[in-house]
């Protein structure tokens, strides 16, 4: 057990991922020397050399085109991308390419590859540097998508993803990548599969759903509402595609409420998803419809005005007395 | 402004089939009579192939065909300059590249009948099967050939695409890339003149082959007609990537004699002459003619082709007519290695709503 | 009133919006000489001019981004992708540019533009030519999403999303081109806003929200289920952003049922958006969870497979006899 | 191999200020010694506006700020070519042009200090606010003057962009639809040697000036230090574009001399020998070596560039300070032209949400 921050506990992943399986390349813009503008891939280059940590062209599209090329060839790229709002370039590759090439070629070609990408806001960052794409990639087939929200899960799924034989779109909440946590390094990478959610904080009334930033908002937001007396349920999804509906099922069941949580906008976000998803199968157990806690649909605001947009405690605590029918915001409105 | 001969143009075959020496000459010096008449037997397969999946669109058999019509010198050029090893990741016209790889006939057409989403095993004939999105593979055969780089190997990737496919970014910033890292990678661009109905005057205001210069990449146009011109070209761009030089463009000046696809109608959008002029040029008199001329063009010789090309056909027709036709649940494979907790549901879901007809004594309501 | 296929109502809305106002261009590939490869802006080139039907280099990218500077200049263009899977491409321009100019700008510059996209499958088409990408872009803020079903409405509104400062993604549904029906070309522009879904058959217990090609299907299903003595409601979205809720919400509250159907898939798909909100909405309306009928979560399939993906009559029936609680395809699975 | 200087590279003042004879000459005749002495001011002045907003940026008055330090004979050069009319489309760093349109000083720091998605009326000074994603902005430019063509005009669209980014598929694309529609845009490319921790040696392994031609665009490589040079090329591209000649394309050779942004360390990724020796060729000593030279670098006219410098620098702060903090439901204004129901929704929840702590007694709970 170390106690290091989220970055450093990826940067490790990497380097084990890379240390037990010389096909792991690691690709992106300024990874090398810089170690990336987040540092992740600090001291990597130095230490395998720039034929496996490689510098790339500023093209983002020919990173995931060439990384495609090279899982051909049986390598397993780590791609970096170095912010959320930089992937779009890259989204003809990933959607029509890494996506469709296993069952284009009928499963004789596979795509082990990884996108890194930090993502989300509360960073005061400038415009594209603070996005939540993540519900693009949600939607599309052959994908599957995770995001982590501590130290250990970063350095476990990390290290998952990379062995995964399928294309996996790793979402890093960049906001959280200084924060410390205990990292036990010798953690069996099969104790947990890469589509299992995690129950962070067992509650009876409320089950709240988040992911990547928001789950440190949502405990705190539990911990909150206990001091009112609400026992919330607090679920880390990490895996965003497929969603884990087992444990969202249990978790509803016994609360017959939902509050789920991203900063992403909420029209066609991920919120939709699970919301319809729970009430399909959950609908006799749902005292109240499920409610959504999200980012507005707007593009992604100045650094200025960011607290307004993203989800934060006061919106969480509002949203679980919505969904308990308490007095809210929206109290006296119909079908808020 | 362009053109379709001229200076610039590596020719060892003229439109009248006499075989000129050149610069490029001694990279084909190897290529006898005999190897001349298994060129000319490539062609007339190709050809007749392409004659043939035409043939089986129009009757209903395929619902797409991209003829490769008047492309044959360029494909089978570059297509028998390859080593087995080598790797192709091309567009959807390269099935002259494809039977030069060893392509099972049937393998050819089960995409174009709708019953798979590709036909053949990439890795049996080390070709990528066909690529719609126009111009993406060039950055995956230069992925593959920095990882082949990587591994020490001296094979090479050889990206196949058309001349409008070298406006999109994809295909600049594989030349960015392949010239960053040196890639062991051959970019054949056959600009046969059109992008459906977009001329190449549309696309490039210079010559294609003038681009890869500029991104630091040796770059030669030739006679896409000229089936020896096609290989040497090939063969030494090859031999630069193998021995470290990295990556070379090669711009084959050709036609697209037929349509674009079964499905478009040329006639809307270009001169029939243009047409008649390029017959003139057709890839297959020219070395018909310098066969001719060397006295190895005997009836013998070419009933031999003409009954191979004949089987060959056959046997497209054969597999195409029975081929089986894909499982009811046949969708749901290979969208994922292992299995995924969404799909499974919807696979079961589907299972029994397919049951729920038997149950109900079959047939859809 | 003229009795015309949805192809040429599109192509006579085209024509009229060109005429009308000098600033619509058309910009595309093949869209000139040829008249695109489905004929939609026959003759166009020839009546108004290379410099007004602008054949484009084979880059959508460009495609789009020329059509940013163009917006920038005061220009109104028509922009054509060839089938939908060729919009990925574009995709940076349309996220990062189109959608964010008009905020970026804090109002200063309009995008005007217009993206129109034969989309959609069932007409037996290779990789690429059959998709659904509609959800990427209703999860897009800053973009209208609008997709018409009849030639009426395909002439009608192709003309509003031109008109529109906002820029609108046009999803035709390329399966429906031939289809012929009337079309009155008076109708006055402003007697319904780019806003409004429309009842197209009336019905009473349950809701069966479609778009697209599907519109017909669902119709063709309501006048099945009739015949099984059960009253269906058809709604065609034709704004798939902004969803109309209120004619939504109106249907829903009546029927208590609702069932959403698209060829998309199923995960995060439009269907997604449409339960969440009407559940969020009607919670209390609801006799049964809503129920999605959907294409899988699959890259879409080969010609001769697509019929097992695309909901169709059958498909669309199981799914009302699910939302009303019959014996249907799932009985006896709980929350199916 | 590319180089920073050389044969290629067009100069018309030495790094040791002397102004020397050239093709492009006659292109700055027009500029005498009080010309020189303007631009000599415009150079001093946003040096001293970058100075201050870094000083901003350490203070923490702004988030972030991308200097522009030893660019400056490329911007003001290039920036004071254009006439009124001339729309420009530039990137993060083009704060120099910026100001030679004409730009408030405050709106230059809207978008750093976090408090605005963008600066300025893009229609009151003819330049699009900054573009952050690498290179889109070449499409925008192209697209801008392909309208300019359709109306008549002749003001010329110019898109500032990177070494950097001259690895996009967009800035390719860019220059194909350009040349195919004889655009009149100017594209100035500022080599600046670095794209954050990314030698141009990674991007490019020939002359970033090269790659144009092979797209039928004419190119000149400049050296980017050199004021007169800069103005002398760009004059030349403009007054191309403006007769209709199409588009051109100039690479600045000039050098990043501060970090990419404030929130990057430089020496973990290059040589301090290298900033050592762009010392040596900095833009503003060059000027002011030929005035001095000239016995224009009176003791008087410095004073008046530096207090001119001054004036703007606190107009700058002043501005940046006392800026209005953006109010609560900002967010929502101009992501749509018109009522957009859902958005509208959001907003009035948004609404009653706020007024809730108000009802609740203030603050959160
Ligand atoms: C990204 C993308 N855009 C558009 C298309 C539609 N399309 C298919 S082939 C083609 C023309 C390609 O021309 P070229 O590259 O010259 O190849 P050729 O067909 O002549 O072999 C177009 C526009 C596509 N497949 N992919
Ligand atoms: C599409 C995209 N990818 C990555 C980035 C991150 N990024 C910002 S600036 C930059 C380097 C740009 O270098 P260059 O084009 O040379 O311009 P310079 O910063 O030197 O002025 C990078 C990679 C971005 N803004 N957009
Ligand atoms: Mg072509
Ligand atoms: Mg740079």
Redesign the pocket.
Same mark, same amino acid.
């Given at each position: 057990m170390s106690t290091i921050t989220f970055g450093r506990a990826i940067n490790t992943g990497l380097r084990k991922a890379m240390e037990h399986d010389s096909k792991v390349v690691l690709i992106g %813009?300024?990874i090398g020397k810089l170690g990336g503008v987040f540092r992740i891939t600090d001291e990597l280059q130095k230490d395998f050399g720039a034929h496996r940590v490689i510098d790339a062209p500023?093209a %983002?599209s020919a990173i995931l085109g060439t990384a495609v090329g090279m899982a051909y060839r049986g390598y397993r790229p780590v791609c970096e991308i170095? #912010?959320d709002? #930089?992937i779009y370039?890259a989204f003809n590759q990933i959607v029509s390419q890494v996506a469709k090439l296993h069952y284009r070629t009928q499963g004789r070609v596979k795509m082990p590859l990884t996108i890194r990408v930090p993502f989300g806001g509360g960073i005061g960052a400038a415009e594209?540097h603070s996005e939540s794409p993540e519900a693009y990639f949600t939607h599309t087939s052959g994908l599957r998508v995770i995001s982590v929200s501590n130290p250990q899960d970063a350095f476990t799924m990390i290290q998952q993803a990379i062995a995964c034989d399928d294309p996996v779109l790793f979402f890093e909440p960049k906001r959280r990548y200084h924060v410390k946590g205990e990292v036990d390094e010798e953690v069996d990478l099969g104790s947990f599969s890469l589509e299992q959610a995690r129950v962070e904080i067992p509650g009876e009334d409320v089950t709240l759903v988040a992911y990547g930033a928001l789950v440190q908002v949502a405990k705190d937001a539990a911990l909150a509402a206990r001091e009112e007396g609400i026992s919330v349920e607090v679920i880390d999804l990490r895996s965003l595609s497929p969603l884990d509906f087992a444990t969202l099922e249990a978790s509803v069941r016994k609360t017959g409420r939902l509050v789920i949580t991203h900063e992403a906008a909420m029209t066609g976000g991920l919120g939709a998803e699970v919301a319809a998803s729970i009430t399909e199968r959950c609908f006799y157990h749902l005292e109240h419809a499920p409610v959504r806690v999200t980012g507005f649909d707007i593009p992604y605001p100045p650094a200025k005005m960011e607290h307004h947009h993203l989800p934060d405690l006061d919106r969480m605590l509002d949203g679980v007395d919505r969904v308990l029918g308490r007095t809210n915001s929206l109290s006296g409105l119909e079908g808020n | 402004m362009r053109s379709v001969s001229g200076e610039n143009l590596v020719q060892l075959l003229t439109p009248e089939g006499t075989r000129v020496a050149g610069p490029y000459g001694e990279w084909v010096a190897d290529i006898d009579g005999a190897r001349l008449q298994g060129l000319y037997e490539d062609m007339v397969v190709v050809r007749r192939v392409d004659q043939e999946a035409t043939a089986l669109q129009r009757q209903g058999e395929l619902a797409l065909w991209p003829p490769l019509l008047g492309q044959e010198a360029a494909q089978i050029g570059s297509g028998r300059a390859l080593r087995k090893d080598d790797f192709v990741f091309s567009s959807y016209r390269e099935n002259g590249v494809a039977y030069c790889r060893g392509v099972d006939y049937t393998d050819m057409i089960r995409v174009w009948r709708g019953n798979a989403p590709s036909g053949w095993d990439p890795y049996e004939i080390n070709m990528a099967t066909p690529q719609v999105i126009i111009g993406a593979q060039t950055l995956h055969a230069t992925g593959y050939a920095m990882a082949t780089k990587l591994d020490g190997a001296d094979s090479v990737a050889v990206a196949y695409f058309g001349d409008g496919a070298t406006s999109q970014g994809d295909v600049n910033e594989a030349m960015v890339f392949a010239a960053s890292f040196q890639a062991p990678v051959v970019f054949f661009c056959q600009n046969n003149q059109w992008a459906i109905s977009e001329p190449v005057t549309l696309q490039a205001q210079r010559d294609i082959a003038d681009r890869a210069p500029g991104f630091g990449i040796p770059s030669v146009r030739v006679d896409g007609n000229d089936v020896l011109a096609c290989m040497a070209v090939t063969r030494e761009a090859l031999e630069r990537a193998r021995s470290g030089g990295g990556p070379s463009f090669i711009e084959a000046v050709t036609y697209r004699m037929g349509p674009h696809t079964t499905a478009d109608d040329p006639t809307r959008y270009r001169d029939p002459n243009e047409l008649e002029d390029w017959k003139g040029r057709d890839p297959i008199d020219r070395l018909a003619n310098l066969l001719e001329a060397e006295g190895l063009l005997t009836a013998d010789f070419t009933d031999r082709v003409n009954a191979k090309a004949d089987e060959v056909a056959a046997q497209l027709r054969h597999g195409c007519v029975t081929l089986p036709e894909p499982g009811e649940l046949d969708v749901f494979n290979n969208v994922y290695t292992t299995p995924h907790s969404v799909l499974e549901r919807q696979r079961d879901h589907y299972t029994r709503y397919l049951a729920s007809f038997e149950a109900a004594g079959g047939g859809a309501r």
């Open positions: %813009e300024d500023l %983002e170095q #912010f709002g #930089f370039p594209h | -």
